[in-house]
């Protein structure tokens, strides 16, 4: 029952509960309606919890009560025991607050390899096969093979003996031998630079269809050059132009092209490449500005197809001084520097070339030439792994795959399968005229050039005999060293 007390004007006693005889002074205008439970002033209600004269008021459940939606609380809160947390959480000291707690151990405290941590985060990746259960199962692809890696991190096996080369089809054979001769008509390749975007002058139109083009929002009339998005961010690590340049300049990259029947006619012709080193240092032929003699790596040739050129074009043509080769059936083997001294080797598939012919003979250029093809993402994941460990990289080849994974967005299909599967990829070549001094020495042959010498490069063949030192710092004309 609401019970009132009136102030008016006069303040009369009796209806306060005061003596009926108490004269009483005027007060202000202002009326007040108290009730029991709660105060209203004006238009405003507050509840009020009726004190209980000499009860303590206990602070700890409002302490100890959890946010809305909030993690719920936990630990000592101002000598407060709120409690413990829940399984699967535990009590962060700074906060009092439970948290997730993550698992990537076993009941027997065996650390998990990979998979959910039970909060959102991950235990681990695997590096090779799938996780199942927190451990990594890989199983070893080597059927059909005798060497090579088997998918796992390891390999099927290593060639020794006569048969010491493992070829691309994963197998074992005995090395190629030399050829009985190489053509007259050399070129080697001393300007190699990526092409940037899809571009007339920097990419080729590789699936030979006009009405696609890569990368996307960076590319024009059909021509296809995707790989390059990812090159412009490789860029942000190493320089990938000043490498390549880099590399050409101290002779690490020596590709060499022949020309087997070569004419102007339009007529058809080949061209051979191949991986070459110099026969002489830098400072008694430069090979970027003079024509200098190469020796071929054995590497350029495919022991498993009777020991054909790995690089080859039987379709060239010259056309009023423009060279084209190349299509849906050819490949081309380019090594791609991602850093100082780690290089990628990578097969293009779908491989073209192009360039402007000027001169003839030891005069012949080739200028505002363009490699083009496409470049299996399974291939360049596969490539990466076999990156050493020791290598130095300055992030996880993980990392590197990773990357990989979410910035090679394939633009071409290579199998017909209607699945795009590769990236497309342009470069930019140069060449001068070269020669062909065959495959380099043995060390036997070297041995038998160097005896009896203890400096020079034991004749023609381009062996190392050794150099000079204090006190004897000069070699002499007849391989000694001398004062």
Known sequence: MRVACLVLVVFAAAACGGDKDEVTKDTTDTAVEETAGDDTVGDITVD???????????????LCAAAKDGPAKCGTIESCDCGACAEGFECDDDTNECECAPKCVDDEGVKFQCGDDGCGKSCGKCKYGECIDHVCVCEPSCEGKTCGPDGCGGNCGVCEGETSVCAKDMNCYAPCGEPESYGDLVQKINFLARGHGGHPGEALDVDLDPETCAPEGDCEAGLNNGFSKLLDQIGAMADIDAELAKMLDGGDIALLAENIGFNTDGDAFTINMYIGEPVADKEVCDFQTEKCSYFVLADSYDPSADCVPLISFDNVKVDDGILTAGGPDYLFVISLPIMDNIVLVLTVNMAQLYGEVSGEGDAMTITKGIIGGALRKDKLMEAVDLIPDDAGLPVSKDMIKNILEMTV?????????????????????????????????????????????ECGDGGEIGCDCGACADPKPTCNVDGLCEE
């Open 409 to 453: 967005k394939p633009d071409l299909d290579t199998d017909g399968d209607d699945v795009l599967d590769a990236a497309s990829l342009a470069l930019k070549f140069g060449t001068i005229a070269g020669a062909i001094a065959g495959f380099p020495p043995t060390d036997k042959e070297c041995a038998t050039a160097c005896e009896g010498k």
């Open 48 to 62: 009020v919890e009726p004190e209980v004269p000499g009860e303590v008021v206990d602070p700890c459940p409002a």
